[in-house]
């Protein structure tokens, strides 16, 4: 408005210096009366109806919205209209190899293919290899038509299990009617509302859970022989986790597991009678219903109850369970895996993962023993499913049944091998200042040589490497380490042949490496070791097709913030950057931010952040500050017991380095986060006070690490009893520091089963209590966390697109 008022007063002025007699004075008044309506009254109606828009229009200076859906050059800007439709999604396959019961030195390649709706095993090393499985998406059975929903076949490749009528339960479990099909006999059916059944390595067996309690199915006689279990209840779960032994522990639907022969079924019993009961409230579930559906879960929360989780021995021969007695009852169980045909390993911790205890279980004498006890040292252990056995072989110099885990070495985690299951002194394969991702991934039983993906060029790229146990440190590249990238890869069973996939930088694509070729690859790509077979998908349409876009410019970069921290960052730049304009950009933040996390890694993706950009014309940021994984020990260990105190500090310090650019408008930085990232956006407004994010945007966030489940929180809290002072520091609980911000907007779904409504309802009420005002909410009602319910996930997404643009606007 200063230039408008500095107009108004010069062209008045002027006007009145050139009239001075009565006439004059007479055509000076009804200028002046004229300019008065144009420069005064318009901008109280007209300007104020919008037209502002045209003024900032020829004003290159002042930010505005873009004004087309195209680039001046043609290409069509990124919207949630052509990301929602799937113009951007590359094609990558899933290859399900087939794990035969035979030698691993006979290796072909084995994997199973549903291809013209046929389940086919075929070979990528024998391509006139083919064994039909099944054939189309239904049957019928008993005069009923069901379809498959899934479909696995058994070790020998002779006997399908079919699951049908699956409904969702929690994020990775669900229930449904098995089958078993055999080609000599059909179809029988096993049971319905199983959660679920798997196959024993004799190819004959099937256990299988139902209302808690495991039993066991025999191809052979075609029916149930064995009921394992009888105390299975709504409080006791056999073989499969309760709601925290999923979400947080085992982060899937089972807890058993099949010895090599088949001989033993190990299983967890987890008894939750003392965990208390959080009640959910459904709403709009049913149309006719006008009293609210009240779902109540047994959920832990910090320092409250956890449930008790035991061990179990099934001897399948003698039909007989055995309950394993654990020295020190440890509070959590984490993980379980077979290191020999009688031998089990199982890993367990103290409610806050100080401490990692490693028991070694005889299922022939039912003892056990600890074989392996460590400490944290002031970070904390987490959780991990990647202990891989490897078996005795004289032949190749091992001497013992062994196995592979991760366990930190100098600060890093690193590679181990323990050439005894009864070992405490691990061998160091891989050592320095990178790490190793989910723990080894396959073992060349012929060669000594293990494969994994580390971080070895960086802490966002990923790489695929092996190393021999006979030659520890001595790593040998597979991928191309000379072009930054991101790998992932899947081996076949004798770990001959792997699928790699290239997930990023540049456009994704998928191949076959023969590691064994005498032939290697003339012209690389991707891969600098093996002869590659065969490319699965090479995304050559979605290539050409990106050729019509405008995709914002992405650059991964490492920031060294005004407080000395360095931390990885992305930063995606909008059509038509111009550095040279001042005060212009918005800059929009979305963080993520917890424990052991990462969100900058060199993926491909055209995701809602170029739709941010494109649609706001903003710089979008990403940082990966304190606390997040794949830089050490000392780099995300600094959160222990305070969290959202230094992964606050390190988003206001990206803010302040950003604020300084230039080109940055200081006054449009806003912050977006959900989940652990809606948490650290409030925490994040709190500490900064209205300094650099004047406005923040939380979705379905943590404000009270009271109100959390007990496994993450403890993980990285420890208990309230233990950090009373800690608990309430890192509580969203200075509401008129968050005031200070310009705006916020709060989300959240009412059936959130994992972050309950409940934290969005005890910051409301702070806000009230604290007469704050300058928010908006949007709940979604029966939506969980994913806020997907009735058309709920594009209402948040356009909220949060539209909410930020009238922001930037004001």
């Known amino acids: 408005m200063e230039d408008i008022e ?17 006439k004059g004075r007479i055509r000076t008044a009804l200028l002046r009366y004229a300019l008065l309506l144009v420069f005064v009254v318009l901008p109280v109606t007209t300007f104020g109806l919008g037209f502002h828009i045209n003024y900032k229009a020829s004003n290159p200076d002042v930010y505005r919205l873009p004004k087309s859906q195209f680039t001046k050059d043609g290409k069509i800007k990124v919207s949630f209209d052509n990301l929602r439709n799937g113009t951007f999604v590359p094609e990558l396959k899933a290859l399900q ?31 006139d290899y083919s064994k039909i499985l099944w054939e189309g998406k239904s049957f019928q059975y008993k005069g009923a038509n069901h379809s498959v929903d899934s479909l696995v076949a058994s070790p020998n490749l002779e006997q399908l299990l079919i699951r049908t009528s699956t409904v969702h339960n929690w994020r990775h479990s669900s229930f449904g009617s098995y089958f078993v099909y055999n080609n000599v006999t059909g179809i029988d059916r096993i049971g319905d509302n199983l959660a679920l059944a798997e196959w024993s390595p004799n190819s004959v067996d099937i256990a299988y859970v139902k209302d808690n309690d495991l039993y066991l199915y025999s191809t052979e006689e075609s029916k149930t022989v064995s009921r394992i279990t009888h105390d299975g209840s709504t409080q006791v779960f056999n073989g499969k986790p309760d709601w925290v032994y999923e979400e947080e522990i085992m982060e899937t639907d089972r807890t058993l597991w099949w010895s090599p022969q088949g001989d033993y079924l190990a299983f967890f019993k987890i008894n939750e009678t003392f965990v208390n009961e959080f009640v959910i409230p459904y709403y709009v579930q049913n149309p006719e219903d006008v009293y609210s559906e009240l779902r109540s879960i047994k959920y832990p929360k910090s320092g409250t109850p956890n449930p008790v989780a035991d061990v179990v ?33 199982v890993k367990s911790s103290d409610r806050s993962s100080d401490v990692l205890k490693v028991y070694l279980v005889n299922a022939v004498t039912q003892n056990s023993k600890i074989v392996r006890e460590d400490s944290s040292n002031g970070g904390w252990w987490e959780i991990t499913h990647n202990t891989l056995h490897i078996p005795r072989d004289d032949s190749n110099g091992r001497n013992s049944d062994g196995y592979l885990d991760v366990l930190p070495i100098d600060g890093f985690n690193h590679l181990v091998y323990f050439d005894s299951v009864g070992s405490s002194s691990p061998i160091a394969l891989t050592r320095g200042e990178w790490e190793i991702e989910d723990g080894p991934f396959a073992f060349d039983h012929e060669t000594n040589d293990v494969y994994f993906i580390a971080t070895k060029e960086s802490s966002t790229q990923r790489h695929l490497y092996s190393v021999n146990l006979k030659q520890p440190e001595e790593i040998v590249e597979i991928t191309d380490t000379s072009e930054n990238a991101v790998y992932t890869a899947s081996f076949s069973s004798g770990s001959r042949f792997v699928l790699i996939s290239y997930r990023g930088p540049s456009i994704p694509f998928q191949k076959i490496v023969d590691l064994k070729s005498n032939q290697p690859d003339a012209d690389k790509k991707g891969n600098i070791r093996g002869k590659t ?108 017991d305070k969290l959202g105190d230094y992964e606050a500090q390190d988003q206001i310090a990206a803010a302040a380095l950003y604020s300084s650019k230039h080109y940055v408008d200081a ?49 990285y809290m420890h208990t309230p009893q233990q950090n009373q002072n800690g608990y309430e520091q890192s509580s969203v609980h200075n ?37 704050v005002e300058n928010y908006d909410v949007h709940v979604f009602p029966d939506s969980d966390h994913g806020i997907r319910y009735h058309n709920a996930n594009k209402i948040v997404w356009d909220k949060i697109l539209n909410w930020t643009k009238n922001v930037y606007l004001n």
């Open 735 to 771: 509401v008129t520091a968050i005031a200070q911000a310009k705006r916020f907007l709060l989300m959240h779904g009412t059936g959130d089963d994992n972050v309950h409504f409940q934290n969005s309802l005890k910051v409301l009420d702070l806000l009230n209590l604290n007469s």
């Open 667 to 715: 006054n449009k930085i806003s912050l977006f986060g959900w989940s652990y990232g809606g948490y650290l956006t409030l925490k994040t407004l709190e500490k900064d006070a209205g300094v650099h994010f004047k406005y923040g945007i939380s979705v379905a966030p943590v404000t009270d690490w009271g109100f959390y489940d007990s496994v993450y929180t403890e993980r």
């Open 97 to 127: 190899w087939i794990h035969t019961t035979g030698s691993t030195e006979d290796d072909k390649g084995l994997f199973l293919t549903t291809e013209n709706d046929n389940y086919e095993v075929r070979s990528v090393f024998d391509e």
């Open 533 to 640: 077979l065969f490319y699965l998908t090479k995304n050559e349409k979605l290539s050409d097709e990106l050729c019509k876009y405008a995709i914002p410019r992405k650059q991964f970069k490492e920031l060294t913030l005004p407080n000395g921290v360095i931390v990885n960052a992305l930063e995606i730049l909008p059509n038509g950057f111009r550095a040279n304009r001042k005060n212009y950009y918005p800059v929009f933040f979305y963080a993520y931010g917890g424990p052991n996390s990462q969100q900058v890694l060199q993926t491909y993706s055209v995701s809602f952040l170029e739709v941010f950009a494109s649609q706001l014309n903003a710089i979008i940021v990403i940082v990966d500050g304190r606390g997040t994984g794949f830089k050490g020990k000392e780099f995300r260990s600094v959160v222990r």
């Open 6 to 22: 500095k107009s108004n007063h010069y062209l008045i002025e002027s006007s009145a210096r050139k009239n001075r007699n009565g």
């Open 313 to 345: 021995i099934y001897d399948a021969k003698k039909d007989k369970t055995s309950p394993i007695g654990l020295e020190g009852s440890p509070e959590l169980l984490t993980e379980a895996k077979w290191v020999g045909d009688d031998q089990l390993l």
